[in-house]
């Protein structure tokens, strides 16, 4: 495995990222929804972004959802969704907005605890506006499709694109690892049962395969 504070990124490699980065995303158009789920993650915009979609009126209650995992573990040492629900306060979000879900460590388990919590506090909800990473949206959407299917998911992000993002970032090998790793998920949790099958074009599968054959691999499904 290649060290990541030693690679060089090539042109090539980041344009197969791009591909990559494209294909998670959704295009969906943006509506306002019965709820929302934030999902958590390393980036703190993502809560910035659902303060922004709540004062534009788009949901009337979210549930932050997240526990520590291995890549947020230094940054949100108490949870990716409590360190959430304290920035999106700071933003004018009021707490009765806010519900909590500080257990889950995989997106399965966002979606599935959320949906409890939402069903707890009797809220009936139809459609969801999932509000994640730019790259995470297409697994958010699969998973919900699996795991809720009453729903509709509605995805929505930062709206950045792959070189936009990279410049927030302190660690593009890293990043180009994580965006292979939801694509790796993309493909195989459909035979696991967590999500549902999705069209990869051929296009993308290839940027995957030479992306991996590159060594960006930190964070690809153990053999």
């Known amino acids: 495995m290649i060290n990541f504070h030693e690679t060089k990124i090539s042109e090539a490699d980041r344009a197969d990222a791009r591909i990559i ?37 788009m949901f009337p209650v979210v549930v932050f959802t997240g526990d520590i995992s291995e890549a947020t573990k230094e940054r949100f040492p108490r949870g990716e969704a409590i360190h959430y629900r304290e920035h999106a306060l700071s933003l004018g979000v009021p707490n009765e907005a806010i519900l909590l879900e500080p257990k889950a460590t995989n997106t399965g388990q966002n979606i599935g605890f959320s949906r409890e919590v939402l069903e707890d506090a009797g809220i009936a909800v139809t459609t969801v506006l999932l509000i994640s990473m730019p790259y995470m949206q297409r697994r958010a959407y699969a998973t919900t499709r699996k795991m809720w299917p009453e729903v509709e998911p509605v995805c929505v992000s930062q709206p950045l694109s792959f070189d936009e993002y990279v410049s927030t970032h302190d660690n593009e ?8 790793g939801d694509m790796e998920r993309i493909m195989q949790y459909p035979k696991r049962g967590f999500a549902i099958e999705q069209h990869v074009p ?3 599968r290839d940027a995957f395969n030479r992306l991996r054959t590159h060594g960006y691999d930190s964070w690809l499904l153990p053999a």
């Open 21 to 57: 980065w494209d294909f998670h995303q959704m295009g969906h158009e943006l509506r306002p929804c019965s709820a929302a789920i934030t999902l958590g993650s390393l980036d703190l915009g993502v809560a910035s972004t659902t303060a922004d979609l709540y004062h534009a009126g």
């Open 173 to 180: 090998k890293q990043l180009i690892d994580m965006l292979m």
């Open 202 to 204: 051929e296009e993308v």
